[in-house]
């Protein structure tokens, strides 16, 4: 190629660039940026600390058991399965993206991923642990004392290390390139026309108020049942259980909709397992809208181009415990 | 370098070779074979089988979740949790070469791992399913019928599909290159003077009789408790299970020492988490043998000289249900 033409060919990719962030910035859905300013030896000690279930007091629960990477960062059942298989009380949220929501849990009660990531292990009902407990599992393991000690300069692991580190790992678990965000970003022909004519839809019937930006949720609390009440056996009462206004009654996160295809079942106490089920309820109770057969199916069509590109890792290897480690109690009292 | 000189390299190199394969060959050890003939398509597919809670009742347990590729291809728990949190009647054994023994499960009772990996779906105290319904859910599964399709070029996925492909997966688990295997192959340096006084103390001690070939174990059925009968709570024993003869039993498949200091507890019943209380007890029953203190610690250092290269891939992304999937029973009947 001669000089000129390179030029001329920079300039017009520049050009095209410049076009598609416009375009991306006219609408109501961002494209998920990479992970940006990660501590990659602290992400890679939490990615252990994540899959590794002497943290919980069976040995057997760790937090990749009820947010599962293989299946979209949760357990794809209606509520999870905790210490000596308790039921659990809501649906397992998804882990993919959730460094973007404003705040964890369905309630949001703990204001952020590193204040989360201690609560499931001294939740009786789901690892059922302490963190005294777990730290004292950590620091009877040689290969963890040598590599929190690299992480944090530190001679004593704490849970705040802990946490900080698992943290750092789920801030890697963003899916960015969807076939959405590849038509956000100027690949015009990355959807079809059934998939266009949904985000339509889903942008004129008013789904974007609550569903937008990065995650396409997870920024606002939202009443759940709006205009018509959402009937549930879910005890749950969402911002209410944290503040105990009447007010905030079943006012819970909006979830993010990336990856929703994998993230079945739906709403906060799982009881639906499929799009077009939730995109109905979404629109009769939250919109007062009843959304044809058709319309369904485009929505349900567009929502399915939300799915990103999953965690890309090798599985975690982890440090053996030493004759001096406290055993995990499965059965025990 | 010259052409001479290299000529006179490259041919010691080869008489190298050939003095450490002799070598080997002398021992009663073998180094662990990459593996050979492995169908990568059917294993690629067997490994996210073995990643699938869906082929449980409860779409929460899987292969993985008692056979660990984090953690030495074990749970590292005296016995496992089934569903419903049942507590099983044995230890579970290493997936980790397990394509090296002569029969599968601690009393042999499959003959493969084709047919082992049917067991524990069906097995009501482990994944509580069965074939007919596992089998049901894959078929519902776009993702696993195409993969299926692929690999086995029919048009309906059965079980010995399922079965066949997580055996191949398994037969990749395999773990060359301990520090053992660097030593056998001719890298004198690779174990320290203790490690090496212990290999010799287990040699003449007669723990090979037993323990020998490529996965230091997995060769014979030998009784547990020859010497000193073993003091258990556990209601297996062993092949009279399985030909309840009286003569068989206590007999167990002698279990593999590759990579013995990640999968703890010892035993059939899981009864004991240290090598040295394994050691001693293992002298003690088997050998009439009180080994010393000193003697214990060089064995158990030359064991953890076993720890191969352990399985290095990607954390496999599982294909999402569908609308028609059958769903999971966690908390049913």
Redesign the interface.
């Known amino acids: 190629m001669n000089t000129k033409l390179t030029r001329i060919t920079v300039a017009l990719t520049a050009l095209c660039g410049i076009a598609a962030v416009q375009a991306a910035g006219d609408e109501p859905i961002q494209p998920i940026k990479p992970p940006a300013n990660i501590n990659l030896g602290m992400a890679e000690l939490g990615k252990k600390l994540y899959?590794?279930?002497?943290l919980s007091k069976?040995?057997?629960i760790s937090c990749n058991?009820c947010h599962?990477?293989?299946?979209?960062g949760t357990?794809?059942?209606p509520t999870s399965?905790g210490d000596?298989?308790q039921?659990g009380p809501i649906n397992a949220p998804t882990v993919l993206n959730s460094s973007l929501n404003v705040a964890q849990f369905w309630d949001g009660r703990a204001a952020d991923l590193k204040e989360q990531a201690g609560g499931p292990i001294a939740n009786p009902g789901e690892m059922a642990f302490s963190h005294t407990l777990a730290v004292g599992v950590l620091e009877s393991i040689p290969g963890y004392v040598r590599e929190f000690k690299q992480v944090f300069g530190k001679d004593k692991i704490d849970i705040e290390q802990v946490t900080a580190a698992i943290a750092e790992f789920e801030k890697t678990l963003v899916t960015p390139n969807s076939r959405f965000d590849q038509w956000l970003l100027g690949k015009k022909d990355a959807l079809t026309k059934d998939e266009l004519e949904g985000y339509k839809l889903f942008k004129d019937s008013g789904c974007v108020a609550c569903h937008h930006g990065e995650a396409v949720g997870g920024t606002s609390f939202q009443k759940m049942g709006l205009v018509e009440p959402y009937k549930t056996t879910a005890a749950a009462q969402g911002r209410a259980d944290v503040t105990k206004k009447d007010a905030d009654r079943m006012m819970f996160k909006v979830p993010t909709l990336r990856n929703v295809?994998?993230t079945?079942?739906y709403f906060h106490d799982g009881a639906y397992?499929?799009l077009?089920e939730a995109v109905d309820i979404m629109g009769r109770l939250q919109l007062g809208k009843k959304f044809s057969e058709q319309e369904n199916a485009k929505i349900v069509a567009f929502l399915k181009t939300l799915t990103g590109d999953?965690?890309?890792?090798?599985?975690?290897?982890?440090p053996?415990?030493s004759?001096q480690t406290p055993?995990?109690t499965?059965?025990g009292k």
Chains 1, 2 share one sequence.
């Open positions: 899959f590794d279930p002497r069976s040995g057997f058991s599962n990477l293989s299946m979209g357990d794809n059942l399965i000596k298989w039921q295809e994998l079945y079942p397992w499929t077009k999953q965690p890309n890792f090798q599985l975690p290897i982890l053996p415990s004759d055993r995990p499965p059965f």
